[in-house]
């Protein structure tokens, strides 16, 4: 109504040229959930870049860390400045290059942060190669009930890399049955293929694919 009026003010108010408000559009809400073990070590730095600016580039984004526990670093990583932020979020982790844990580390999230934070459908990625110190124990459980809470999940794992990779590990057969994407994640042209991804308007459940869990079909 505003625009209006100004509209036909600016025209004499011998016509009335109406005004429309357009459609705003929203991204989905953001959860990171990213594996700090040892074994993901080489990747951490990349990662963590990435996540410092697609949170600072949109709202409703949520960043874990997790080897043997999980940490919430959504606060640390909002610093403008990407040092800075990587400074408070190595002060806040307690548990860099270690074990891995990811049954345990999702049922964490599950219990204490998933309806905090997994609302008005939220995406989910998922950041690890799948290898689990607990020997997938509960792993399953918990990421299909992660599946289950959120819009779509898309798991990241830097191993896909490599042209013969297999899902061999307890962790990797527990999880992929329940994603909706699996993807690469070990370089600069893997994170842009991910950005495109996460600017198309919509991350329906259906969109992009698993192969493994097509050919499991």
């Not at 997938?136 to 992660?146: K, N, P, Q, T, V």
């Not at 798991?155 to 690469?184: C, I, M, T």
């Amino acid at each position: 109504m505003r625009n209006t009026l100004r509209a036909a003010m600016r025209g004499g108010g011998a016509s009335i040229p109406l005004q429309f408000r357009k459609r705003k559009r929203r991204h989905p809400p953001l959860v990171v959930l990213c594996d700090i073990s040892g074994s993901m070590s080489r990747y951490s730095r990349m990662v963590l870049h990435f996540m410092h600016a697609i949170t600072n580039d949109r709202d409703r984004v949520h960043t874990f860390l997790f080897g043997t526990r999980l940490t919430n670093v959504t606060r640390q990583l909002r610093n403008k400045d990407v040092d800075e932020a990587l400074d408070k979020v190595g002060e806040a982790v307690d548990d860099w290059s270690g074990g891995t844990r990811i049954g345990h580390s999702l049922h964490d999230f599950n219990t204490n942060w998933s309806r905090r934070v997994l609302g008005q459908g939220a995406v989910v990625l998922f950041i690890s190669d799948g290898l689990d110190r607990d020997a997938a124990d509960g792993l399953e459980r918990e990421i299909e009930r992660l599946h289950m809470s959120c819009r779509r999940l898309i798991w990241l794992n830097p191993l896909l890399r490599y042209d013969r990779y297999e899902p061999k590990s307890l962790g990797a057969q527990a999880l992929l049955p329940h994603v909706d994407e699996f993807r690469s994640i070990h370089n600069l042209d893997s994170l842009e293929q991910l950005s495109e991804v996460l600017t198309k308007p919509a991350l329906d459940k259906g969109f992009g694919h698993n192969p493994w869990q097509e050919a499991a079909e």
